[in-house]
């Protein structure tokens, strides 16, 4: 059997079509655009006039060497003399299914959940389809989105197979780029395709449109073998030792006041002041929205989005949703905070949407809220903060994380910890009076927030920015730029709380954005503590 292309799998969907659209036109079109493979999906049709379909369609696909499938109708399939059959969970059983078809048929499975994907494997199915990872109106769903971050468990489990792997359910040109970036196995297993309906079927250019989902996966495809873990090469290079972390530090901590980066942040009513005039100290502006009819034009303008959810209101996720989505489109590092995630049922699932929408570049967060983010009982949380000593192994844990969210993570505490998923860097720098002001993990945010703004200036740069590859999921050193952030916060509240003038907590914060404005990076170099491993 000769290898199958999956990278661009058409499920059809007549009553879709444009007015005066022909199918079969359609369909090549569609074809001559970069689809690898179809699938004849009709629910209404009688068994005579989906067999004459079909037939009608195999022409078609025969023309061009695309493979056609019929979705669950043996018989038709049988009839019409096509590749092979899609089936669902509740359709004939795989065994039968093999049974009726001739050998070397392709048969594929749905699959909503990991025992699904196990069940496929001892069934020994071509394909899978995976979804629904977005929300569809082509089909009434019977089974629960599972979102683009469920898709990696169930990639995983197909390890030391040859069956491949497609999504499907709502993808289109505009997430399709999220869903191949978000939905990687943490073995760095990918999907082999993606199945597309509206997008496809309901254009009036379905040519245009398949030669654009096809670009992007191509694209993604590519990046993704030169960069398994979805980031780009950083500022210290491909061998990380102290000296050459300390060496991008010190690159963007020079350059940030130069650039004087404008950064977008939704955070914490509390402390939004106090993060606004931290991010001034150290270079960068600061521009505090909320409103949603604002966030597309403020993706545009600002270098780096901050989300932050320490007030989050009802009223304010629908923003936090389309500013992520917006910075994503433009190649803007997306920083999140889920503070207090673990404490209520509502910032769960609103965390859990907000990550399935759009890709986090850096999540910030301390033991307690990065637990909950990963599901784990290790570390408890009381409301914003960590109960109890702390992970046992906290290099594992943050590494594990960063390549499960496919970003990297900062883990905030006595010692933080901050990983890409290759590389883990322990910084042992600050005073425990950080912990005593409101808000000093929100204004780290802020600060990580502002560098990787000037790292993603500095690769646009690069990149002559008009030629920027828009295919990628991030430009810029996130890396650097966390470490940055973190390296200038902690090494300026030692700095500050030696002062005459600091009294206690009161007295100092201002001292701290006073060393901030102050702060020079031969400072930072010379105090910073780090580890690498």
């Not at 089909?139 to 468990?153: M, N």
């Amino acid at each position: 059997m000769k290898p199958i292309d999956y990278s661009l799998y058409l499920v059809t969907g007549r009553n879709l079509l444009p007015p005066n659209k022909d199918f079969f036109t359609s369909l090549e079109e569609s074809i001559q655009g970069g689809v690898t493979i179809v699938q004849l999906r009709e629910k209404e049709l009688d068994t005579h006039d989906f067999v004459d379909l079909a037939k009608k369609a195999k022409v078609i696909c025969d023309k061009y060497n695309i493979p056609l499938l019929i979705n669950d109708r043996v018989d038709v399939a049988l009839a019409a003399n096509v590749d092979g059959v899609h089936v669902g969970q509740t359709d004939m059983p795989i065994e039968d299914v093999r049974r009726l078809l001739p050998p070397g048929s392709i048969v594929g499975l749905s699959c909503n959940t990991v025992a699904h994907v196990k069940d496929a494997v001892r069934l020994k199915v071509d394909y899978i389809g995976i979804g629904a990872v977005w929300g569809t109106q082509t089909k009434k769903l019977t089974q629960p989105i599972i979102g683009v971050r469920g898709v990696g468990a169930m990639l995983a489990e197909l390890e030391g197979t040859n069956i491949k792997a497609v999504a499907i359910g709502g993808i289109k040109s505009t997430n399709l780029l999220r869903t191949l970036h978000g939905s990687v196995a943490t073995n760095n297993r990918a999907l082999d395709g993606v199945a597309v309906v509206s997008d496809i079927v309901a254009s009036t250019e379905p040519k245009a449109a398949a030669e654009r989902l096809q670009k992007i996966f191509q694209k993604f495809k590519q990046s993704h073998e030169n960069h398994p873990l979805g980031l780009q090469d950083n500022l210290i290079g491909s061998q990380v030792t102290v000296g050459s972390v300390l060496n991008g530090v010190v690159q963007l901590v020079c350059q940030i006041r130069e650039i004087n980066p404008l950064v977008h942040q939704i955070t914490n009513t509390v402390v939004a002041t106090q993060s606004a005039n931290i991010t001034l100290s150290i270079g960068a502006s600061p521009i505090m929205a909320t409103e949603f009819r604002e966030m597309a034009d403020l993706a545009r303008i600002c270098s780096a989005l901050l989300v932050n959810i320490g007030t989050i209101r009802h009223e304010n996720v629908e923003g936090m949703l389309i500013a992520g989505v917006a910075a994503n489109s433009y190649k803007k590092p997306v920083v999140f905070d889920p503070v207090g995630v673990g404490a209520t049922s509502f910032r769960k699932e609103t965390v859990r949407s907000l990550l399935d929408t759009w890709q986090a570049s850096v999540i910030k967060g301390n033991a307690g809220e990065l637990a909950a983010l990963a599901g784990t009982t290790e570390v408890l949380s009381k409301g914003v903060d960590s109960v109890g000593s702390g992970f046992k192994d906290p290099e594992a844990f943050v590494k594990d994380l960063a390549r499960r969210e496919r970003c990297v993570v900062v883990l905030t505490g006595a010692t933080d910890y901050i990983s890409d998923g290759t590389s883990v860097v322990s910084i042992r720098n600050g005073d425990e009076i950080l912990g005593r002001i409101t808000g000093s993990g929100c204004m780290l945010g802020s600060c990580i927030a502002s560098y990787c703004a000037v790292a993603t200036q500095i690769a646009q740069a690069n990149a002559n920015n008009s030629d920027a590859d828009r295919t990628t999921m991030f430009q810029g050193d996130m890396f650097t730029a966390a470490i940055a952030g973190v390296l200038v916060l902690t090494v300026a509240a030692e700095i500050a709380v030696k002062r005459d003038d600091v009294k206690g907590p009161g007295t100092f914060l201002p001292a701290l954005i006073d060393v901030l404005w102050a702060l020079t990076p031969e400072q930072v170099r010379e105090s910073a503590k780090i580890i690498i491993k």
